[in-house]
């Protein structure tokens, strides 16, 4: 037998319609979506950025603040905690963990009593504690 005689005759007829099939389906140019499902969170403004990192990055510059910074190593020298930012009548010591914080907890009705003999002390403030790893420097005002 010839490999030619096995051949379906209907075989090109029946592809050629599939194929015109298809091509009817398909219809030319870019496909467009409808209306997409919003995945992404609303993106904030660059104002709304920028001021969140002035309001991390800056202190306000304060006279009690500076002068607490030149003498807190002569007031406290067995404090475990420096002096680490003043914020809206707030005074920020930092410590470096949980412990030293619990510890220092107690002593910081004390800590503002003396704070507060300061002349440039403001008439109303108040101290809290946070936690850094890496303990801050107290820096040097001359």
């Given at each position: 037998m010839n490999c030619m005689s096995r051949?379906?005759?209907n075989k090109q007829r029946r592809?050629?319609?599939a194929r015109r099939r298809l091509a009817m389906k398909i219809t030319p140019g870019l496909p467009v979506d409808s209306d997409v499902v919003e995945t992404?969170?609303?993106v904030p403004?660059?104002?709304k950025l920028?001021?969140?990192l002035l309001d991390v990055l800056l202190t306000e510059k304060s006279a009690f603040f500076d002068e607490v910074c030149a003498k807190w190593n002569e007031t406290f020298p067995n404090v475990a905690a420096c002096p680490g930012r003043w914020q809206s009548g707030r005074?920020?010591?930092y410590v470096r963990s949980s412990g030293q914080l619990f510890a220092l907890r107690?002593?910081?009705s004390s800590i503002k009593k003396t704070l507060s003999t300061f002349p440039t002390a403001p008439k109303r403030f108040t101290v809290g504690l946070e936690i850094h790893s890496q303990q801050?420097?107290?820096r040097n005002i001359k």
């Open positions: 051949v379906d005759p592809d050629a319609e992404r969170v609303p403004t660059m104002a920028v001021d969140g005074l920020f010591l107690p002593k910081l801050t420097k107290v």
